[in-house]
């Protein structure tokens, strides 16, 4: 399961400087500077499709995922997953975060096994929590804590920790950011083939307009703030991906380029 | 052991002897009489005469047991009190002003009012030792825990932690790192305050030593008192810095 439908959702931050954020807080929409973010998004996502959600920076790309993710409530319009309203953060939609969210004070074993605390006997959840880490090549890591990994490490456990929960949606928030570029190759790689071996949905947001073509099942692309659907495309183009391969491929890449006002793309 | 080795521990001591030596040839020649300013020889006479009659070790416990008892009274109520006004925002804005007068006055202030309340004994000096410690301790804890990065309240939402859950297993640990300075510093302000809190109401512990010396006008034993307070707050320091050496809270120094 992981059916999505975004039904016109609307977001606006109210403007208050030096305001506290809070978790879950409503704005108070009596005062300040409405500032709205996402402006009427209808979407639907399939069960089990990789969706990458392109647009220029600081367009609401995140906001929607969080929106969808329970972490924030739309001004108005209804988010579905599976046909129910999502009503907060659960542990059926995981977000793995644009910086860290691994705990920097437990091991990666203890972080890891946060995603299987559901589980009531002791060495089913071992069990599961070691073969997590050995899909994402972390064994004989387990012990060290997550200032001790290298970027790419802390990645991959976080979203091992992300896959014991056996979530229904998988939410990625610029997941690559801040790697170089040969690890995330490889990780967009790593994604691609863990998506194929579990066909769970997940959200991808990125930037990179290659990255979203490459590893997409579906590419969204917004606008700029306030967010609208721009694109909304179905790749179905086999993986590896190649753009010399594709020649239907390389035409998407340049539309969208020329879509985000890039004309002369390398 | 060579040289490199050594060094760590031969050049505090070459300090302390240059004071020393600094001391000695003060004394020397000021020409005053050793009633009025002791040389370090009469202060290890003296310190020798304390130790073999048992009151320097007397004295020290009765101000170790107060500090530890107004300290950990601090540290068991400040940082808790912490944690909560530091997550539950209404209470913050209910309290913050409040916290803020009170902290500007010294403990000191307070001796009238403790002695009047608690009487004569223990109970005023632990008071205010207590005093003294809480406001640091509960400040630096509510800062700290503000101060905590959203993300980990997110991910604890994500893996749907209970609100005991979320004290236990994300805020605590997140503010460890920044708690250890903060109950390093107001053990420090605490054994500052211990002295002064025994000049009054009680006949005993290191401040008292140093009351009771002046007025037998015996300078050297006010020296020896004041060197005890000195060795023990080393002492003091180097356990508390031992905490840092936990393994969950060393990502706080990266």
Known sequence: ?266 | MNYTRLRPYLLPVLSFAAVVAVWGIARRLSGWSPTVFPGPLDAAVGMWELIRDGSLLKHSVASLFRVTAGYYLAVAIGTPLGIVLGWWKTGQLLTNGLIQFLRPISPLAWIPLAMLWFGIGDKPAIFLIFLSSFFPLLVSTIYSVNHIRTVYFQVAANFNFTPFETITRVIFPAILPDILPALRISLGIAWLVVVAAEMIAVKSGLGYLILDSRNALRMDYVMDAMIAIGVIGICLDRVIVQLNRIKSVAWGRT
């Open chain 1, 1 to 266: 399961m992981g059916h999505i439908l975004v039904k016109d959702v609307r977001k606006e931050y109210v403007e208050r400087r030096g305001a506290r954020r809070r978790m879950n807080s409503d704005p108070d929409l009596r005062s300040g500077n409405h500032l709205p973010v996402l402006d009427g998004i209808d979407l639907e996502f399939a069960n089990g499709e990789l969706v990458c959600i392109l647009g220029p920076s600081g367009c609401g790309k995140t906001t929607l995922a969080r929106v969808i993710a329970g972490f924030d409530r739309p001004t108005s319009g209804t988010v579905l997953i599976d046909g129910e309203k999502v009503k907060g953060p659960s542990s059926e939609h995981i977000f793995v975060f644009q910086h860290s969210g691994l705990f920097p004070w437990m091991t990666v074993w203890e972080n890891v096994r946060l995603g299987a605390r559901h589980m009531k006997e002791k060495e089913e959840m071992a069990a599961k929590v070691q073969e997590h880490l050995d899909v994402v090549n972390l064994t004989g890591y387990e012990h060290l804590y997550p200032h001790q990994l290298s970027g790419g490490m802390q990645r991959r456990a976080e979203l091992a920790r992300a896959l014991v929960a056996d979530p229904e949606v998988l939410f990625m928030d610029e997941p690559f950011a801040g790697l170089d570029f040969l690890t995330r190759l490889k990780m967009r790689e790593e994604i691609i083939n863990m998506h194929e071996l579990i066909q769970k949905t997940i959200v991808f947001i990125t930037h990179d307009i290659d990255e979203a073509l490459v590893m997409g099942d579906r590419v969204v692309v917004f606008t700029e703030r306030p967010a609208k659907v721009r694109l909304d495309l179905k790749l179905e183009f086999p993986h590896p991906r190649d753009f010399h391969s594709y020649d239907e491929l390389e035409r998407l890449r340049r539309d969208v380029y020329t879509e985000l006002g890039v004309h002369y793309a390398l």
